[in-house]
């Protein structure tokens, strides 16, 4: 069997939208390749005096709407396939809300929870070491991304100052407010989610209260998104995490199980309360709801899954949660899949609120954020709708579409150096 290669997936999706709209492989094929590459070794010094070597990678997709914007990635799976498609796709996320950024992606293959902090900050103060001469507030901005978190951010954001002789908050966006951090950066993702959620019912006519909803996925993206859709009156019927999930079908208590994750301090197989039912990771996919969520990982929905899927609306809140085959067989169902890139693009709008403010020494408070934030997904939502009905397709084809001709453009007004 063929191994599953997350970047010809995203080049698979890219091909299709250009189809679409008649744009020939010439105006758009450098975003067929990233602009640059780079695979790092960081030799660090463990807690028992042991030297463990790690490998990290950079990948700047595309500048060609401004400095590479993108997350850095803690996971035992990363390699440069998945570091690539991920980049790729924040090309993308950012021209579909029009914001002044290209896309880039980082990542470090380990699993985070088996290091302690001492080791996890000696591991990021390396490769932030490493990939130095290719970051900067002008020309690569870091995030955090999956295992990664505000902290990791600080340590970045300090490594980088500290080499540079000044305070170079720019350098990063998510990190903790007392350093630099925008109010309201943490909810972001999960907010924009409840937000492009609301938005795609509201499309459909739909009451979003009573709506039924499975959320895969209880980290910060997915938590948020939960507790946020359920304090519209959605019906939560579903979580889960990396230990399993719960299940009750007139809805679990959200607030309760999110107060007893506190942040993944603990796991939801150790979470009990009357009328739930325990299922896996696979059972919350084709589990009865209205509003599927994959807040997790990447292919999660895949052609073995995709047509015992009961959800009529995907909002996709982790990156890449649906392979090529699986959209098709979603397609033909009648299932609407709302894109990652569009609905996950809460985060990286409001780090570019965080960029803002750090370029120009100004905070702005959280309303004023969220409102800001609020107003550019509810464009963007529109505007891939848009897209999707002129050209009588999906939505991830719309918001391709919609993506790729910002691209083209930029890439026709700029031209080729030297000509």
Request: net charge neutral; charged share 25%; aromatic share 6%.
């Amino acid at each position: 069997m063929e191994k599953y290669n997350p970047y010809d997936n995203f080049l698979k999706v890219m091909e299709k939208a250009a189809d679409i709209i008649g744009l020939t492989k010439q105006e758009y094929i450098t975003l067929c390749y990233p602009e640059r590459e780079l695979k790092v070794s960081l030799p660090v010094k463990m807690d028992d005096g042991s030297i463990r070597v790690f490998e990290g990678y950079r990948v700047q997709h595309s500048t060609l709407r401004g400095p590479a914007k993108g997350g850095i990635r803690f996971h035992k799976d990363v390699d440069i396939d998945d570091v690539k498609a991920l980049a790729g796709m924040m090309s993308f996320k950012c021209a579909v809300v029009n914001i002044p950024y290209g896309g880039a992606k980082g990542g470090i293959t380990l699993d985070p929870s088996t290091l302690s902090k001492g080791e996890l900050e000696r591991v990021t103060r390396r490769y932030t070491s490493a990939i130095l001469p290719i970051i900067g507030p002008e020309k690569d901005i870091p995030a955090p991304d999956v295992g990664s978190n505000p902290q990791v951010m600080d340590w970045i954001m300090d490594t980088y100052s500290v080499n540079k002789g000044y305070v170079v908050p720019g350098v990063v966006t998510g990190k903790s407010i007392e350093v630099g951090g925008s109010l309201g950066r943490n909810e972001a993702t999960g907010r924009g989610i409840m937000i492009i959620t609301l938005e795609m019912l509201k499309t459909l006519g739909k009451d979003p209260k009573g709506v039924r909803i499975a959320v895969q996925g209880m980290g910060n993206v997915g938590s948020i998104a939960a507790t946020q859709l359920y304090a519209q009156g959605c019906i939560i019927t579903a979580v889960s995490d990396v230990s399993g999930g719960v299940y009750k079908k007139d809805g679990l208590n959200i607030p309760e199980i999110v107060a007893f994750l506190d942040k993944g301090k603990r796991l939801l197989k150790d979470y009990n309360a009357q009328g739930i039912e325990r299922i896996s990771n696979t059972d919350l996919i084709v589990s009865e709801c209205d509003v599927l969520i994959p807040a997790a990982l990447e292919n999660q929905i895949t052609a073995a899954n995709a047509a015992n899927i009961k959800a009529s609306v995907i909002v996709e809140g982790a990156n890449g949660p649906t392979t090529k085959e699986a959209d098709e067989i979603l397609a033909k169902k009648g299932v609407l899949v709302v894109p990652d890139i569009l609905a996950n693009a809460g985060g990286v709008t409001v780090s570019y609120f965080e960029w803002v403010q750090n370029l120009q020494s100004l905070i702005w408070d959280e309303a004023e954020v969220n409102n800001m934030m609020a107003k550019i997904m509810r464009k963007a939502f529109g505007d891939v709708y848009q897209q999707a009905k002129e050209h009588n397709c999906s939505l991830r084809n719309g918001a391709y579409i919609l993506a790729l001709k910002r691209m083209a453009t930029a890439f026709k007004l700029r031209g080729i150096f030297p000509g």
